[in-house]
């Protein structure tokens, strides 16, 4: 059960971050119309109000670098908790920005879509 | 609805680190057999092992103060996810640590306990 959970949450934040460096748009398919993104306090529901935002953010090139993944199982059947913490590169600054982001994966269709995003940069 | 949960997730949050810089061990309230806590990578279950962790952990006197809440309804019927960043101020360190911790807050007898734990320090 626990590797089963590494292993998806896993799988899940390499393709996200995957997707999210090289095919922004693409990460549609990853969420629902319910699902909801707390960024940087901005609050956002549904796929489209989502994508709007991450496809608005105002960079183009960029890179995330994970540095811890945790995993838990959910009180929810077979959904999982995934909490990370990186670095996030973008070409137009020469340092690095620290985030943490928190997914709430449900299971749906032998697959998972999002139904909680929360990110955070950690300003320091 | 939103209000609720921030009303309740805000009192969570203002009770737990109460209870945590002036009385570790009556946490003990807050946590669930069920309970999971991934601290720094490590993965502790249910109450008693919550407990020992915390109450183990290598300083006595500390003041967290919080910089950002997130919150958000979890798909489980009133269940509530909070995502929080801060600062951790040790008696026995000059600079305070920053950290991330996430809650999956679950309702039961009119109030709420915490099911999923997950704490990072944000190193950097």
């Known amino acids: ?5 590494e292993s998806v949450g896993k799988a899940f934040v390499d393709h996200y971050y995957n997707l999210f460096d090289t095919n922004r748009p693409s990460l549609a398919s990853l969420y629902h119309p319910s699902s909801m993104l ?10 489209d109000d989502i994508m709007r935002k991450l496809c608005e953010l105002p960079f183009d090139q960029c890179l995330h670098s994970i540095t811890t993944i945790d995993y838990q199982p959910s009180c929810f059947a077979g959904a999982i908790l995934v909490f990370v913490s990186g ?3 973008l070409a137009c600054q020469e ?11 449900i299971p ?10 929360i ?3 950690n300003y320091g």
Chains 1, 2 share one sequence.
């Open 1 to 5: 059960m626990e590797e089963h959970i």
């Open 38 to 47: 707390t960024f940087e306090g901005q609050k956002l529901q549904g796929t």
């Open 119 to 121: 990110f955070r940069l």
């Open 108 to 117: 749906i269709q032998g697959t998972f879509y999002v139904q909680n995003d």
């Open 95 to 105: 340092h690095p920005l620290k985030f943490s982001q928190m997914f709430h994966l």
């Open 87 to 89: 670095n996030l590169q």
